[in-house]
C-alpha cells in the first residue's frame, strides 16, 4: 500500500473544511463558506447533511479527483457518547446516534454521516472518525465536583491535544505513552490536558464548563454571582447560557472575539485590553499549575498550541509562570485536517487498530 488517498472532512457551523492526503502530504484542500442565507432553509444542523456533501462531492470531482481512488474518509467526530481517545470505525450505531445528536446538536455531527456516505459511494474506502470532543479518559476522582447532582465531564480539543502530543513524544524519540504532559489548547475554546502515560486524566470542560475564559467563553464563573444572576429576572436562561457560551471572555470584556485584535491593542497601549490578556494569560498558567499537581510533579513537558499561541506576550506569560514546572514547549495553530486525515493513515498502515463503536 504504496499510495494512500485519505479524503479529510471537518464540518464547521459556518463552513466546511476537505483536504486529501496522499499518504502523509496534502495534495488538496479547500474551504467551503456557509453563508447564513445557505444554511437558512435548514431547520436543523442535521438537514443540512445532503446540502453539505453534494458541495463536497462537487468540489472534489472539479479539482479531478476520483472518488474511488480514496481509501479512507476520516470525519471530525461530533457529540456521540464518551469514548475513549482513538479512531473508531463509523458503524450503524454511531450513524445513528450522530442524527439523534444525543449529546446534542453541531456541526461536527456531520463528520461521521459525511464520511460514511462517500465512503459507501466507493469501491472500497473505509470511513471512520478520529478523537472527538467528547474523548473521556478520566480517572474518576477527577469526575466529582463537590454535588453528587453535578458531575464534571470531559469536552475538550482532543484531536489536536492529542496530536501534538504525539508530535512532541517523537521529537523526543519517545512513546506519547511513556510521557506525562500537560497541554494546554488555546483557541476559541480553551483547554487544558493533564496527559499520564498517553490518557487525559483530567482536563477542564472547555464548552461550557470550568477553566480559563477564553475569547468567547466564561470559564469557571463565581457560583454564587452567577446563581444570583440566573433568578434576577433580568435574563432568560438562553441569555445566561449565551454570557458563558458565546458571549463571554474577550467578547463581554472587550467586545470582540478577535485575539489578534486584542493583542494589537495590547500592544498599542490600550490598559484594559493588556489586562484582560494578561488575565487570560494567569488563569491558562494557573490552570496549568493545578494539573501539574495532578501528574504529582512529574510533567516531562508543558505544549502550548491552538492559535493564540502565535501571540509572544501571551506565551512569555505563561511561561514566566510555569516555566518551573516543566520544559514549555510550543506548537502554535492547529492543523486538524493534517491530523484527521495521519489518523486514517495511521489505521490503514496497521499502525494502530481502529475501534469499535458501541
Do not use: W
Amino acid at each position: 500500500m504504496d499510495d494512500l488517498l485519505i479524503l479529510a472532512v471537518n464540518p464547521g457551523s459556518t463552513s466546511t473544511k476537505i483536504a486529501v492526503y496522499n499518504n502523509n502530504k496534502s495534495v488538496f484542500l479547500k474551504n467551503i463558506k456557509h453563508s447564513a442565507e445557505d444554511l437558512k432553509p435548514f431547520d436543523k444542523i442535521s438537514d443540512q447533511y445532503e446540502f453539505r456533501m453534494q458541495i463536497i462531492l462537487d468540489e472534489l470531482n472539479n479539482a479531478n479527483i476520483d472518488i474511488n481512488d480514496i481509501s479512507a474518509v476520516v470525519g471530525r467526530g461530533g457529540l456521540v457518547k464518551p469514548i475513549e481517545s482513538g479512531v473508531y470505525e463509523v458503524n450503524q450505531q454511531m450513524a445513528e446516534d450522530l442524527k439523534a445528536g444525543i449529546l446534542g446538536q453541531h456541526a461536527s455531527n456531520l463528520g461521521g454521516l459525511i464520511a460514511s456516505e462517500i465512503a459507501s459511494r466507493t469501491e472500497s474506502a473505509r470511513a471512520f472518525i478520529a478523537d472527538p470532543v467528547v474523548v473521556d479518559e478520566l480517572q474518576d476522582v477527577a469526575r466529582i465536583s463537590g454535588h453528587p447532582d453535578f458531575k464534571r465531564v470531559s469536552i475538550f480539543h482532543a484531536l489536536n491535544q492529542k496530536a501534538v502530543a504525539r508530535t512532541y513524544a517523537e521529537s523526543t524519540d519517545t512513546k506519547y505513552e511513556k510521557l506525562n504532559l500537560i497541554v494546554a489548547h488555546l483557541g476559541g475554546g480553551i483547554s487544558v490536558g493533564a496527559h499520564s502515560m498517553g490518557r487525559v486524566i483530567d482536563v477542564n470542560n472547555a464548552l461550557d464548563g470550568d477553566g480559563p475564559f477564553s475569547p468567547e467563553r466564561s470559564g469557571t464563573l463565581p457560583a454564587g454571582a452567577l446563581v444570583s444572576k440566573c433568578f434576577s429576572g433580568d435574563y432568560t436562561m438562553e441569555e445566561v447560557r449565551k454570557m458563558i457560551t458565546g458571549k463571554g471572555g474577550y467578547m463581554a470584556y472587550l467586545e470582540t472575539n478577535d485575539a489578534h485584535d486584542v493583542e494589537i491593542r495590547a500592544r498599542s497601549g490600550d490598559e484594559k485590553a493588556a489586562l484582560i490578556q494578561d488575565a487570560l494569560s494567569y488563569q491558562v498558567a494557573k490552570e496549568i499549575g493545578a494539573l501539574s499537581t495532578v501528574l504529582k510533579g512529574k510533567v516531562d513537558a508543558i505544549i502550548l498550541t491552538g492559535g493564540i499561541a502565535y501571540n509572544p506576550m501571551l506565551v512569555s506569560y505563561v511561561k514566566e509562570m510555569v516555566s518551573f514546572i516543566a520544559p514549555v514547549v510550543v506548537y502554535p495553530g492547529e492543523d486538524e485536517m493534517k491530523s484527521l486525515a495521519r489518523n486514517g493513515y495511521m489505521v490503514m498502515t496497521g499502525k494502530v487498530k481502529s475501534k469499535t463503536y458501541k
